[in-house]
């Protein structure tokens, strides 16, 4: 049987009389492999966590030292992310009622701390009238846009901050509130991790693309372990009831984040300001706390009791 023959290769045609041959431009004669991207924060790493730790240690000496600094503190860091958010707003023509907000966010802070949860119920619903009434006064056109971004801003942050300062209230408070917040801390370091590491599945590529469900499975499993080591360790409660309060508020300290992200996008902006170094404004900071402050409060509350 014959056997197949191949024809000769032929050599390129030779080029015509006056003309150049170019060579090929470089790296296309072969098929280069890609580049994998690098992975990581997008921000400067070691600002970011001089300025965390920073805040963790002015937050703790005020815990231990006396709580009503801790208040003013917290008093301070909702009016300039109330300002944060309302500089944020007034890029889309939201003007944000700025006065009445700020001084009734702050009011109602302190009747939280003094009074109790139903001052604060009082304060806020007189501080949305005022709003209300503040920007009537001041004409007609834009009124029902400003008074809704009024009523955001006094509802996300001195609202939801108020539930910190009724867990600070309780004669354990200052430990309550190292429970709350160490457990939030982890949820981000956790998240970051197994984010940066280990992220291959989006959770919300349309809000945060850098947001992975493998993060926030990093984001639960590490708060679920402080939570649960720290309710034991500080405020004599039972494992259980930790491992439910790091489990809930790993969850939410990642969506409070993605709420915050699509704010953000829809505003178009990358953060909220430029307080801190390495993170944006105070507001960037104050996104995980604020909505789990209201679970932190609750879980306690019901579960490990005041000794």
Same mark, same amino acid.
């Given at each position: 049987?014959?056997?197949?023959v191949?024809? $000769? ?5 030779? $080029? ?8 090929p ?8 492999? $890609? ?8 921000r400067d ?7 965390g ?33 309302? *500089? ?21 802070? @302190?009747?939280?701390?003094?009074l ?25 056109? /834009?009124?029902?846009?400003d ?18 300062? +009724?867990?600070?209230?309780? $004669? ?5 509130? @190292?429970v ?13 991790a197994?984010g ?9 590529? *349309?809000? *945060?693309?850098?947001?992975s ?38 969850i ?5 984040d993605?709420?915050e992200?699509?704010?953000k996008?829809?505003? /178009? ?10 993170? /944006? ?7 995980? +706390?604020l ?5 932190a ?8 009791? @005041?000794?």
């Open positions: 049987m014959p056997r197949d191949r024809p $000769p290769e032929q050599a390129p045609p030779a $080029p015509a009389a006056g003309t150049t041959q170019q060579a431009a470089p790296g296309l004669a072969h098929d280069a492999p $890609p580049v994998p991207r690098r992975r990581g924060a997008g790493l070691p600002a970011a966590i001089a300025v730790l920073g805040l963790g240690g002015v937050t703790l000496v005020s815990l231990l030292l006396l709580k009503d600094v801790f208040v003013v503190l917290v008093v301070v860091a909702m009016l300039v992310g109330s300002a944060e958010l309302a *500089s944020a707003l007034a890029q889309r023509h939201m003007v944000v009622p700025r006065t009445p907000v700020l001084v009734g966010g702050a009011l109602l802070l @302190v009747a939280t701390y003094v109790g949860p139903a001052a604060a119920l009082v304060v806020h619903g007189l501080t949305c009238l005022a709003v209300l009434v503040w920007r009537v006064a001041e004409g007609r056109d /834009g009124a029902v846009r008074v809704a971004a009024g009523l955001l801003v006094l509802s996300w942050l001195p609202l939801l901050a108020a539930f910190a300062v +009724l867990l600070l209230a309780e $004669p354990d408070g200052a430990m309550r509130v @190292v709350f917040v160490a457990t939030v801390i982890a949820s981000d370091i956790g998240g970051y197994a940066v590491t280990l992220g291959r599945h989006p959770l919300a590529p *349309s809000v *945060s693309p850098k947001k469900w493998e993060g926030l499975a990093g984001s639960v499993g590490l708060s679920l372990v402080v939570g649960a080591v720290l309710v034991v360790v500080l405020l004599d409660g039972p494992w259980w009831a930790g491992v439910l309060l790091g489990a809930l508020l790993g939410t300290a990642t969506f409070g993605l709420a992200s699509m704010l996008r829809d505003l /178009g902006i990358k953060d909220m300001g430029s307080t801190l170094p390495g993170h /944006g404004g105070l507001m960037d900071r104050l996104d995980s +706390l909505v789990t402050a209201p679970v409060w609750l879980v306690l509350a019901l579960l490990v009791p @005041v000794a």
